[in-house]
């Protein structure tokens, strides 16, 4: 059985939203942030063990081992992150400047409530086997795709390449928030990423 299989049905706490929290659900949670915090090879199945005060094979009743609950942690969120810009989109047909709001909004949110999953993202994604990596990137790819065409949509004659640009400068501003500090609190954080995303995707993109 595959690694992705194995850890099938399972989701972090930004995914799992609507639904009452498994212990499955809280160790995998544990398990982030211990891989943002020391990285996924200076985490042990032990470690994770004892912090979630669970023994082994209690554990691994739970995931196979490690590579699960990273697929775990990662896949969820790349699918969530796609469905939700859809459904935003859906909900502004016609209105490119409604829609990117609401992705800008939508996204935010996201990034402000997982900076862990971001960290694992970010540092960790290439630990995976191919066939979740695979998967995890074309979610990724569709995702950036529903900015591409809002982008395209308010700047008339902006090549897709151009817009993706513009949606990986974006996605890297908002997802920054693994590396802010708590000296700002977080609603005006909120309004500093949403603020700045908006500006700099609205601004012109005409050649200098």
Same mark, same amino acid.
């Not at 590396?179 to 609603?187: A, I, N, Q, S």
């Not at 309004?191 to 995707?201: D, Y």
């Given at each position: 059985?595959?690694?992705?299989?194995?850890?099938?049905?399972a989701a972090n706490g930004a995914t799992g939203a609507g639904r009452r929290r498994s212990r499955r659900d809280e160790i995998l949670e544990i398990a982030v942030g211990l891989f943002?915090?020391?990285?996924?090879?200076?985490?042990?199945?032990?470690?994770?063990?004892a912090a979630a005060g669970v023994t082994g094979p209690a554990l691994y009743h739970h995931?196979?081992?490690?590579?699960?609950?990273l697929v775990?942690?990662?896949?969820?969120?790349?699918?969530? #992150?796609l469905a939700g810009g859809k459904e935003r989109a859906a909900n502004h047909p016609d209105d490119p400047r409604g829609t990117l709001e609401s992705l800008i909004d939508f996204h935010v949110d996201f990034a402000l409530a997982n900076p862990a999953v971001i960290a694992l993202h970010l540092h960790e994604l290439d630990r995976l086997p191919d066939e979740p990596r695979?998967?995890?990137r074309r979610l990724q790819r569709m995702y950036v795709e529903e900015w591409v065409t809002v982008l395209t949509a308010l700047h008339p004659g902006l090549p897709d390449g151009e817009a993706r640009v513009l949606a990986h400068a974006a996605f890297g501003l908002m997802n920054s928030t693994p590396? /802010?500090?708590?000296?700002?609190?977080?609603?005006?954080?909120a309004? /500093?990423?949403?603020?700045?995303? #908006?500006?700099? /995707?609205l601004a012109?993109?005409?050649p200098a």
């Open positions: 059985m595959a690694v992705e299989q194995q850890a099938r049905g943002a915090a020391r990285g996924y090879h200076g985490v042990s199945m032990d470690d994770i063990g995931f196979a081992g490690k590579e699960a609950m775990a942690a990662l896949i969820p969120v790349s699918e969530g #992150l695979r998967r995890i590396f /802010l500090g708590g000296e700002v609190d977080r609603r005006r954080r309004e /500093l990423l949403r603020g700045a995303t #908006l500006a700099a /995707l012109p993109t005409d």
